[in-house]
């Protein structure tokens, strides 16, 4: 069985993990990937996050890809302003940006990413995923996601929503015995599972 | 292949009454002021406008505006000294352009009032009888100043104040023409009522101001066209509209914009939705060298609603940047945003929106769509949307795609006999479709005619 580093070596894959712990007060990453190569950032903050992150990737080499996951989940007064650009600079290049964040007591989130395809990013793919689960009366949620595409054979989407947990999920669970504050972490965790099982 | 031709690009040698020299000053506002008669109260609020158009900068988000030149432009043009009421009163020149573009005939034959504005002045004006007696206001907004001061006051610059941006407040300096519309509390006006726009001078501006007020429970649909002459110059459309729909009114405000390639497009359009209320924004913008125009809502009272659909056409060397904003200010409020455009021949469409949830707009939802079409590889499409939710129940959907036209659509036409360019007209037609089935029939024909017309000569070889 393929282990995920010989994976990596062997198919040019670039997988980086990060925590809230590694990305300190004002996180900053740029990256630029060459032809063939791809890569793979997984971020997670629970409990602390930085209060800025300023995230570059620029698909620079032909035939690489990008993607980003983002799972944040902001208690108390926690707050970040989340950048993020994807630049597609060569041809045959795919970026994907799948972010969510679960705002609980008086959490803030403000994510704004843009995804670029120059005129030469010839069958470019793009697609950038922001969704904010809203769990306090205080809690506040900023989404920004911007396209600009300069080529017609690009393929370019993204959504964003922002809400509280479906009633009808909740009446479930309450139906089945669980008290409404047991009920909250059972749905937050189903809000995050498609991403992570991505990661 | 060369771009088709603009088929209104045609000008009239009508001398004009009067005309304010080039550029803006202060005296420029209070000889228009003076020209029109006004009370100190509007001279005064023209100054204030002013002053502030002077200390504002011009915005550099959005298209490039920094090539108009404001000393260049004539802000007050007139070439008719008062609004006629049968067409047979207006001057034959003005009436001839007026005829070519199908404005009479469509009164006749679709409308329950119309407005025809000429450079700075409303040229004619007219309101079936039957609405008349029912109370309903349909006149220009010089004549409503004179003769409804007070419920002019009431609500001029209540939802787009002076200062809300560099271009209100310029209108608000020198705002001329426009339509002001009242209807009473349970009037429903069945058929539209209409406004045509046309800008006949040299780097003229034209900065009409429009307001509607719909009482409660009342009903209206105000279509308005706008077109211009190809000149070499550049001309600059700087217009306000504001709507306010008291509780259960319903405004559905329509615009097809067809300016010449000369044409700065700058328009700030907001509605403000009392309980109940329910606003439509229906915006076709097809011509003009630069727009940015973003209609928006204020669902200020409990239960309000919007939907607005935003429709662009940017061909070679124009750029359409537009879209909608709703800010939700109460529960219970719902809104419904489509965005579509179609780039070509080189052209720039961008939408630009902002979905607004403010603490205490409880259960509101809002549904953003935006679709891009991109037909050819020197074209460009942007989305830049803004969602903001201070409300924990809020519901808030947002989607976006930008593609090309679908090869397998092409390809099914292509086999039944249609060219490559006119399988591409159809497929735009197609997609505006929404737009389309808003409008009465013979405008929906025209507004595709225009579509298949731009869409011409655009395949890239």
Redesign the interface.
């Known amino acids: 069985m393929k282990t995920v580093k010989s994976l990596a070596q062997k198919e040019n894959v670039r997988i980086i993990h990060i925590t809230s712990r590694d990305m300190g007060v004002a996180f900053k990453k740029h990256i630029a990937t060459q032809a063939h190569e791809h890569v793979r950032l997984i971020l997670v903050c629970e409990k602390t996050a930085p209060k800025t992150a300023d995230i570059a990737i620029t698909l620079k080499g032909k035939n690489s890809s990008a993607s980003v996951i983002w799972v944040w989940r902001g208690t108390k007064t926690m707050r970040s302003d989340i950048a993020i650009s994807l630049v597609h600079a060569a041809p045959h290049t795919a970026s994907s940006v799948h972010f969510k964040a679960a705002c609980e007591d008086a959490a803030r989130i403000s994510f704004t990413a843009l995804a670029h395809v120059q ?1 030469n990013a010839h069958d470019a793919t793009t697609c950038i995923n922001a969704h ?1 689960l ?4 205080s ?26 947990p479906s009633d009808t999920e909740l009446f479930y669970l309450r139906s089945r015995g669980f008290s409404e504050k047991e009920s909250i972490p059972l749905l937050r965790e189903a809000f995050f599972h498609d991403i992570v099982s991505l990661a | 292949m060369k771009h088709s031709a603009y088929q209104y690009g045609f000008h009239d040698s009508v001398r004009p009454l009067y005309r304010v020299p080039h550029g803006l000053s202060e005296d420029t506002v209070r000889e228009i002021s003076a020209q029109k008669n006004e009370s100190a109260w509007m001279r005064d609020t023209r100054l204030r406008g002013y002053a502030l158009f002077r200390k504002k900068p011009i915005p550099t988000w959005g298209a490039d505006l920094s090539h108009i030149d404001f000393d260049a432009i004539s802000y007050y043009v007139r070439a008719t000294d008062k609004p006629a009421h049968t067409w047979s009163e207006v001057p034959k020149k003005i009436k001839t352009t007026f005829e070519r573009l199908g404005v009479p005939q469509n009164e006749r034959k679709f409308f329950a009032g119309v407005g025809a504005q000429y450079d700075s002045e409303v040229v004619y004006h007219h309101i079936r009888k039957d609405l008349d007696k029912q109370g309903v206001i349909f006149t220009d907004t010089d004549t409503a100043l004179k003769q409804y001061p007070e419920l002019f006051k009431k609500y001029f610059g209540t939802v787009v104040p002076i200062g809300d941006n560099v271009f209100s407040a310029l209108n608000t300096a020198c705002w001329s023409g426009g339509s002001f519309i009242y209807v009473p509390k349970g009037v429903k006006v069945k058929l539209p009522l209409q406004a045509y726009f046309r800008i006949n001078e040299k780097r003229a501006g034209q900065f009409e101001r429009t307001l509607i007020i719909a009482d409660e429970g009342s009903d209206v649909h105000y279509i308005e066209g706008c077109t211009a002459p190809t000149y070499s110059t550049d001309a600059l459309h700087a217009a306000v509209v504001e709507v306010i729909a008291h509780k259960g009114a319903h405004v559905r405000y329509t615009t097809i914009q067809n300016w010449s390639s000369n044409v700065y497009n700058l328009v700030t359009k907001r509605a403000r939705a009392e309980e109940g209320a329910f606003i439509e924004w229906v915006d076709g913008n097809l011509g003009s060298k630069i727009t940015m125009k973003y209609p928006s809502v204020l669902l200020a009272g409990r239960g309000a609603r919007a939907d607005i659909l935003s429709v662009a056409l940017a061909g070679k060397k124009q750029h359409q940047d537009t879209g909608a904003k709703v800010i939700h200010m109460a529960p219970d409020t719902v809104s419904n945003i489509l965005s579509k455009s179609v780039s070509f021949g080189g052209g720039r469409a961008s939408y630009r929106g902002v979905a607004q949830v403010v603490k205490g707009a409880h259960r509101a939802k809002i549904k953003v769509r935006c679709d891009a079409l991109l037909c050819d590889a020197r074209s460009r499409s942007d989305t830049y949307p803004t969602i903001k939710v201070e409300e924990q129940d809020a519901r808030i959907e947002h989607e976006a795609t930008v593609s090309r036209i679908s090869d397998k659509e092409l390809f099914y036409l292509a086999s039944r006999g249609f060219s490559e360019t006119e399988a591409a007209s159809l497929v735009v037609s197609g997609f505006f479709e929404p737009l389309a089935k808003t409008l009465p029939f013979d405008y929906a024909i025209e507004l595709n005619r225009l579509i298949r017309m731009e869409m011409e000569n655009t395949k890239q070889k």
Do not use: N
């Open positions: 005129k904010a809203m769990l306090s009366p809690a506040i949620a900023f989404l920004k996601p911007d396209l600009e595409v300069e080529t017609d054979d690009a393929q370019a989407r993204h959504g964003a929503s922002a809400g509280k």
